[in-house]
């Protein structure tokens, strides 16, 4: 076992993991952030999503070791004071979302394609969400919602802590 200290959705964790343990799993089991998904577990979904360091990654392309000493932010640390984040409220206001399964990963990959370039245009939202994969909407209202976000800048900053 190995022990980590990870802060997660601004709570500092200290547990002891297995070497092998994914963080996405560490995430869910441990911590019980079950709002993270795992849609393949083989990297080629992105419903697992989270912002590692401010940055998006696949949560089960990484090892919980890891995030040792770094910062998580998952789809559970984004609404501040019950009030949905700019890119969630968008996702609700554009229908953004069938099943939802996708949704957790769609927004934390949406909020690091605006991190890294404010104001997409609509080619750009869709390149930089091409990790992700929705099975249900057909990416339409996906792309309405992220552009929604990126016209109010609503979403400067990312992460609202
Ligand atoms: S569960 Fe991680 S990419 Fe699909
Ligand atoms: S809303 Fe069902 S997979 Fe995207």
């Given at each position: 076992m190995a022990k980590i200290t990870v802060r997660v959705d601004g709570v500092e964790n200290v547990d002891d993991v297995e070497?092998?343990?994914l963080l996405v799993h560490y995430l869910r089991?441990?911590?019980?952030?079950?709002?993270?998904?795992?849609?393949?577990?083989?990297?080629?979904?992105?419903?697992?999503t989270v912002h590692l360091d401010g940055r998006s990654v696949k949560s089960c392309n990484v090892?919980?070791?890891?995030?040792?000493?770094h910062e998580v932010t998952t789809?559970?640390?984004?609404?501040?004071d019950g009030e949905l984040h700019p890119m969630q409220q968008a996702f609700h206001e554009h229908h953004a979302?069938?099943?939802?399964?996708c949704t957790p990963g769609m927004i934390m990959q949406a909020l690091d394609v605006l991190r890294e370039n404010p104001r997409p245009d609509e080619r750009e939202i869709r390149d930089g969400l091409e990790g992700n994969l929705c099975r249900?909407?057909?990416y339409q209202n996906i792309v309405k919602a992220v552009a929604s976000v990126a016209e109010s800048g609503a979403a400067a900053g990312g992460e609202r802590k």
């Open positions: 070497p092998r343990t089991e441990t911590l019980g952030k079950t709002g993270t998904v795992v849609g393949c577990d083989t990297s080629n979904c992105g419903a697992c090892l919980a070791v890891q995030a040792d000493g789809i559970e640390g984004l609404a501040e979302l069938q099943c939802g399964y249900c909407t057909g």
